[in-house]
């Protein structure tokens, strides 16, 4: 398995897995068993790189983890987020509070069967804590060992680079992918400037780049796609299939697939991005690794910027947009 190095010199395998899909937003939610078991085939295939957030359930997707990986902890790096009032078991808000993030913390810990947490993120930046008590808070708890390296979530730069200069940042997450480009602007020349990593969240456009959506498909009941206006918008969805005839040309050319295709290109951006496509198939597990070996040409690269594409369509509703720290 190839290996990158996000910021501080946490070094994961170069694809990392998000597990958000094993319990909530992607029905049908698997049995927790076979979460688990994919969970190991992917430790099995080289993936020390596992992603998950006391929001996913809430609670749930924590547990699986844990169990998943608590007979190999010393091989894998676990990244968990802090960051929402989860009291009533649903999320009322944002709630970064010094206070909270400790005993957020020690939940994770118990919920995750291990004694220290390789990767924090602040899930959300929460508008009425200063993010400098935020990010010394996470301090304490990287010197009391309980927790290794911190991380941010949809921050904008200013916050990122206010917490940074109260404890270095690792890593920053955020959605990014050929359909979903807004970090180039300013996000990545920062993390660059400040030498931290950049882990892409939904680098598949939520499944639209595997050439599996076109603009008749029809998501189940629960499924969060039917709320993002990418998704739900007509005209979007079908303006948008430019985008896989696009990595499909060249899937084609390469005897690939466009999920390897748009993967590799995420991967070719940087070398300090990991992302971290999630699944809860081992067959989507096996395409998305074997993305790792395929390598894009200049000219490749050259005909998907040539191309000029632009998505259309919101990518959250207007609530879930006002969350995103810019």
């Known amino acids: 398995m190839q290996t990158r190095t996000l910021g501080q010199g946490l070094e994961v395998s170069a694809l990392g897995l998000g597990c ?3 319990s909530q937003s992607f029905p049908p ?12 085939a992917a430790v099995e295939r080289g993936v020390t790189f ?3 957030a006391q929001v996913y359930g809430p609670f749930d997707n924590e547990e699986i983890l844990g169990e998943a990986l608590e007979r190999v902890r010393e091989q894998v790096t676990i990244a968990t987020k802090f960051g929402f009032e989860l009291s009533t078991g649903v999320s009322t808000g944002t709630d970064s509070r010094p206070e909270t993030i400790r005993s957020s913390v020690d939940d994770s810990l118990r919920r995750l069967r291990t004694d220290r947490i390789d990767l924090l993120y602040q899930h959300r930046v929460d508008p009425n804590v200063p993010i400098e008590d935020v990010a010394g808070t ?3 708890l990287i010197e009391q060992g309980k927790v290794r390296h911190f991380g941010m979530s949809e921050a904008g730069v ?3 680079r206010r917490a940074h200069a109260v404890q270095p940042v690792s890593a920053l997450q955020s959605e990014y992918s050929l359909w979903w480009r807004e970090p180039e602007d300013a996000i990545l020349p920062t993390l660059e400037e400040l030498g931290i990593g950049f882990v892409p969240f939904s680098p598949l456009g939520k499944g639209f780049l595997t050439g599996a959506i076109n603009d008749e498909t029809e998501f189940e009941s629960g499924d969060f ?3 993002i206006p990418r998704f739900t918008d007509p005209d979007a969805r079908r303006a948008n299939l430019a985008f896989v005839e696009l990595v499909r040309t060249i899937a084609e050319r390469k005897a690939t697939t466009p999920a390897q295709v748009a993967l590799a290109w995420v991967l070719a951006q940087k070398p300090w991005i990991v992302p971290i496509p999630g699944t809860t198939k081992l067959h989507r597990l096996q395409e998305n690794l074997a993305a790792l070996d395929l390598e894009l040409t200049e000219d ?3 005909e998907i910027e040539d191309a000029q594409l632009e998505a259309q369509g919101h990518r959250y509703l207007p609530q879930q947009q006002a ?3 810019r």
Do not use: C, W, Y
């Open 20 to 22: 958000m899909g094993m």
């Open 29 to 40: 939610i698997p049995e927790r068993s076979d979460s688990i078991a994919l969970i190991r």
């Open 50 to 52: 596992f992603d998950t």
């Open 138 to 140: 996470v301090k304490q």
């Open 158 to 160: 200013q916050n990122i």
């Open 225 to 227: 796609r039917n709320n």
């Open 300 to 302: 490749d690269l050259h």
């Open 323 to 325: 969350m995103i720290d």
